[in-house]
């Protein structure tokens, strides 16, 4: 599956227009999702800004097996005096 959306946010300190990128698929037991996340927006905390833009490269890998289920999931966030990496895994045991 994959898709496209175009959005726009009003928060209580930020504004500003989004585009989301995704193709998740499965493979048997395995999934695996790709986004691309950009956000171009301005701020009230900041005066006299003109913008900035926020980019988030993710990525995901599951795996479930009956009641099991196992994520790994990495993202990369970049922009206006943004640099971070991230990596989560999570174990579950659904009853």
């Known amino acids: 599956n994959s898709f496209i959306s175009v959005y726009y946010e009003d928060a209580a ?3 500003g227009m989004g585009l989301r990128l ?8 395995f999934g695996l999702l790709v986004g ?3 956000f171009l ?6 005066v006299g800004s003109t913008g900035y833009i926020n980019n ?4 995901d890998i599951t ?3 009956g009641p099991w ?8 966030v970049f922009g206006d005096g943004e640099d971070a ?3 989560g895994i999570s174990l579950q045991y659904r009853f």
Do not use: E, L, P
């Open 13 to 15: 300190y930020t504004s």
């Open 22 to 29: 995704q193709n998740q698929t499965q493979f048997g037991d």
């Open 36 to 38: 691309y996340d950009g």
């Open 41 to 46: 927006y301005n701020t009230d905390v900041d």
């Open 56 to 59: 988030a490269v993710r990525g």
């Open 63 to 65: 795996w479930s097996k």
């Open 69 to 76: 289920f196992v994520d790994v999931d990495a993202s990369y």
């Open 85 to 87: 990496v991230s990596i």
